[in-house]
């Protein structure tokens, strides 16, 4: 017995939409404060952000202008890429 186009597609299309990343939030702004040992930064709207340990936390200053990607992840702000003005 062969199976069905609909037996065969369905689970197929389900995989593909549980493997499909979540696309990476974008927003800019002024850094007030970074706290090295936690991993995070402060923007000037309020929001805090965890950085990945690809990140020279050493290098950020309050007063930077920066661009972040980053996902929601259990209701923290991770960050994926960093863009620093100059």
Aim: without cysteine; proline residues 5%; aromatic residues 4%.
């Amino acid at each position: 017995m062969m199976p069905t186009l609909s037996r065969i597609a369905a689970p197929l299309l389900a995989l593909a939409l549980l493997a499909t990343p979540a696309m990476a939030e974008v927003t800019g702004g002024t850094i007030v404060s970074v706290d090295p040992d936690a991993m995070t930064l402060t923007l000037d709207d309020g929001a805090s952000y965890k950085l990945n340990s690809e990140i020279n936390v050493s290098a950020l200053k309050e007063g930077m202008e920066v661009y972040l990607s980053y996902n929601e992840v259990n209701g923290e702000n991770i960050v994926t890429d960093m863009d620093i003005e100059e």
